[in-house]
T-cell receptor, first 111, second 114 residues
Framework: RKEVEQDPGPFNVPEGATVAFNCTYS??????FFWYRQDCRKEPKLLMS?????NEDGRFTAQLNRASQYISLLIRDSKLSDSATYLC???WGTGRRALTFGSGTRLQVQP | GAVVSQHPSWVICKSGTSVKIECRSL??????MFWYRQFPKQSLMLMAT?????????EQGVEKDKFLINHASLTLSTLTVTSAHPEDSSFYIC??????????FGQGTRLTVV
């Protein structure tokens, strides 16, 4: 079983749509959770951290369910510029430990 | 956020030659840096953890004699792909974590071996 699992997609949605991505992780000792965004042939960039209480940043909302080991990302009012691959990322321990990446979910927002 | 700079951004080399990739933390000290490899349409795969002043820790299946890592200072780690072959062609990315939990990435190096 992969440590971090995501639906690879692609998700093809029209502009203005709301889209949700899900992710599960296997290590119950995981302590930090993130969504990264990766554009084609570019490095991943941090989109947002994910907290148990849930957090929102503009059109983006992230949720964490520790009991189910499940993370979600909701994007409202999709823009063309949201087209990218969204990576679910999990970490534990100190900065000496690498983060673990899901394989990513591809989103294509269409006009 | 913290800035990590990687150089070169792309390189084309002949089979059998070696290529060095540099990763620098510009505004913080990184005692640990991480090297990833990403093949097209696949996820980032951790290759090794680079520790300042000590040997790197390699993931299973990654040849330490082929992928030489040197972390000689708190702001610089290098990855050298030795005797490169076409199957080594990939996107190589470094990252570092400051005191915060999230990691920051270099711009990546696209290596093409011909």
């Amino acid at each position: 079983r992969k440590e971090v699992e995501q639906d690879p997609g692609p998700f093809n949605v029209p502009e203005g749509a709301t889209v949700a991505f899900n992710c599960t992780y296997s290590n119950s000792a995981s302590q930090s959770f993130f969504w990264y965004r990766q554009d084609c042939r570019k490095e991943p960039k941090l989109l947002m951290s994910v907290y148990s209480s849930g957090n929102e940043d503009g059109r983006f909302t992230a949720q964490l369910n520790r009991a189910s080991q499940y993370i979600s990302l909701l994007i409202r009012d999709s823009k063309l510029s949201d087209s990218a691959t969204y990576l679910c990322v999990v970490g534990w321990g100190t900065g000496r430990r690498a983060l673990t990446f899901g394989s990513g979910t591809r989103l294509q927002v269409q006009p | 956020g913290a800035v990590v700079s990687q150089h070169p951004s792309w390189v084309i080399c002949k089979s059998g030659t070696s290529v060095k990739i540099e990763c620098r933390s510009l505004d913080f000290q990184a005692t640990t840096m991480f090297w990833y490899r990403q093949f097209p349409k696949q996820s980032l795969m951790l290759m090794a953890t680079s520790n300042e002043g000590s040997k790197a820790t390699y993931e299973q299946g990654v040849e330490k004699d082929k992928f030489l890592i040197n972390h000689a200072s708190l702001t610089l780690s290098t990855l050298t792909v030795t005797s490169a072959h076409p199957e080594d062609s990939s996107f190589y990315i470094c990252s570092a974590r400051e005191s915060t939990p999230e990691a920051f990435f270099g711009q990546g190096t696209r290596l093409t071996v011909v």
